[in-house]
């Protein structure tokens, strides 16, 4: 995927692989405070590198955008609790980003990703869901894909003898 000079920072951030946030976090765009703390930590997630992780999280000045943060470290350690998923959305949806609805398809992706950890795969695939429908509206199209296919994984792991072939067909098709 190439970087869109005309998408929106934060839709490039959420969606990129770690190549291209490391060629935003280099590019000569004016990011602002909280998108430069987002792509850090997208940075230190992807790369597995927890104790980098938990250094740029330790600023908690952007709110439950730093708490997000603290919930994708979670999911790397493997310790991820349901009621700090649901206060997190409750709180995420009452504050400003929760009437930015990238922003909330990706409060939805992480929490998403959090629970399928905890194997909590009915609310995991739900919030999967929202995170497409609101992601792929806002045509943050990689990363609305990638939604639904963890929304589909999931799926088949509640029941396995659920015929996917044809939504899995739809996505390949949108990829094109």
Request: aromatic share 10%.
């Amino acid at each position: 995927m190439a970087i869109d000079q005309n998408q929106s920072l934060i839709s490039q951030i959420v969606q990129a692989p770690l190549a291209q946030l490391l060629e935003l976090r280099y590019r000569d765009s004016e990011l602002s405070e909280v998108e430069s703390f987002y792509l850090d930590v997208l940075i230190f997630y992807l790369k597995g590198e927890v104790s980098n992780l938990k250094t740029v999280i330790t600023n908690e000045s952007f709110g439950v955008i730093s708490e997000l943060a603290k919930m994708r470290l979670s999911t790397l350690e493997c310790r991820v609790d349901e009621t700090d998923v649901d206060q997190l959305l409750k709180k995420f949806i009452g504050s400003s980003y929760g009437n930015n609805e990238i922003w909330l398809g990706e409060c939805y992706f992480v929490l998403a990703q959090a629970l399928a950890t905890g194997e909590n795969n009915n609310k995991a695939s739900n919030f999967y869901k929202k995170s497409y429908t609101l992601l792929n509206s806002n045509k943050v199209l990689e990363k609305s894909l990638k939604a639904l296919t963890n929304h589909l994984v999931i799926e088949s792991r509640i029941d396995p003898e659920k015929t996917l072939a044809s939504d899995y067909y739809f996505i390949a098709k949108k990829q094109l």
